[in-house]
C-alpha cells in the first residue's frame, strides 16, 4: 500500500513537472518572439542589422509564431514548443 503511494506521488510530480516545463517553453518562445519583434521594428536595437528582404520575412515567422500561441499552440505538445524555440 505504502509503494502504491509513493508511485502516484511520482507520477503526479511527474505530471507537475511537465506542466511547468510547458509553461516555461512557452513563455520562453513568447519572450523571444515579443523581443525580436520589438527589436527589429522601427526604432528597434537591431532594425539596422537586416535587410528589408530579411527583416519581412523573420518578422513574418515571428509573427506566425505569435498567432500560433494564442490559438494552435494552447493545445500543443511541450515538444512543439522546444522545436520552434530551437528554430531561431
Known amino acids: 500500500m505504502r509503494r502504491d503511494f ?41 532594425e539596422k542589422y537586416l535587410e528589408e528582404g530579411q527583416k519581412t520575412t523573420f518578422m513574418a515567422e515571428i509573427n506566425q509564431v505569435i498567432d500560433w500561441l494564442y490559438a494552435d499552440g494552447e493545445d500543443a505538445p511541450t515538444e512543439e514548443y522546444r522545436t520552434r524555440l530551437t528554430k531561431f
Open 6 to 46: 509513493k508511485d502516484i506521488e511520482d507520477s503526479l510530480r511527474d505530471a507537475d513537472f511537465a506542466i511547468l516545463e510547458k509553461k516555461a517553453l512557452k513563455n520562453d518562445l513568447e519572450a523571444y518572439s515579443y523581443d525580436m519583434r520589438n527589436n527589429l521594428d522601427s526604432y528597434g536595437k537591431l
